[in-house]
């Protein structure tokens, strides 16, 4: 099995189990000083420059929460493990954070809008995507941005959603949307890789 299978919210994963454990990989916990910085200047070009309010979906432990919260937005994190959520809240404890228990696809955060929709990892998991992208466009304001983080990994049995095929989805729904390619960056990842990883910024 290609591990970067483990690296996402691969479906039927103990998320509860994996969260002592999950912030070892040097993409997840951005512990290197070198990955948290590659991490950093990402947002600060995906994320609006003034500071708004960033809904990270699947936030997992908050890495990027945190990262957005450096930044000096406001965010809310939503994740369906409680044990995420218990190192999320901790690491950003004294932010102005918030993190709830929820669904990635409907998320519990009722009448708000945001500034931008992070999402990392989380798309290529949930059923009807078209249906999911259409949501979270709908939690945006006016202006607001989808950051999408996706890929495709493995050979034998890929998983994933290629980026045309993202794109595809997104034309509905925005006219503006800008892909980056992210395998060739070594720094975001602690590591050389040879799959598809890649960035959708839309704004609507």
């Given at each position: 099995m290609n591990d970067e299978r483990d690296e996402t919210t691969t479906p039927g994963v103990d998320w509860d189990a994996?969260?002592?454990a999950f912030d070892d990989e040097p993409d997840h916990g951005l512990q290197d000083a070198q990955v948290r910085a590659a991490w950093?200047?990402?947002l600060r070009d995906w994320l609006p420059q003034r500071p708004g309010d960033v809904l990270d979906l699947g936030c997992g432990t908050g890495s990027l929460s945190l990262l957005a919260a450096d930044l000096g937005h406001r965010?809310?994190?939503v994740d369906n493990s409680p044990a995420m959520l218990e190192r999320a809240r901790a690491k950003l404890a004294g932010r102005d954070a918030l993190f709830l228990a929820g669904d990635a696809a409907a998320p519990p955060v009722g009448e708000r809008r945001f500034d931008a929709v992070l999402v990392r990892h989380?798309?290529?998991t949930l059923p009807a995507p078209d249906h999911v992208l259409r949501h979270?466009?709908?939690l945006l304001r006016p202006g607001g941005r989808l950051v999408l983080v996706e890929g495709?990994?493995?050979t034998l049995s890929p998983v994933g959603i290629?980026?045309?095929r993202l794109t595809r989805l997104l034309a509905p729904l925005t006219g503006d949307v800008r892909v980056e390619h992210l395998a060739?960056?070594?720094l975001l990842w602690g590591r050389q890789v040879d799959d598809q990883r890649y960035a959708v910024v839309a704004t609507i």
């Open positions: 994996e969260a002592a950093a200047g990402r965010v809310t994190g989380v798309l290529w979270w466009r709908d495709v990994w493995g290629p980026a045309d060739g960056d070594a």
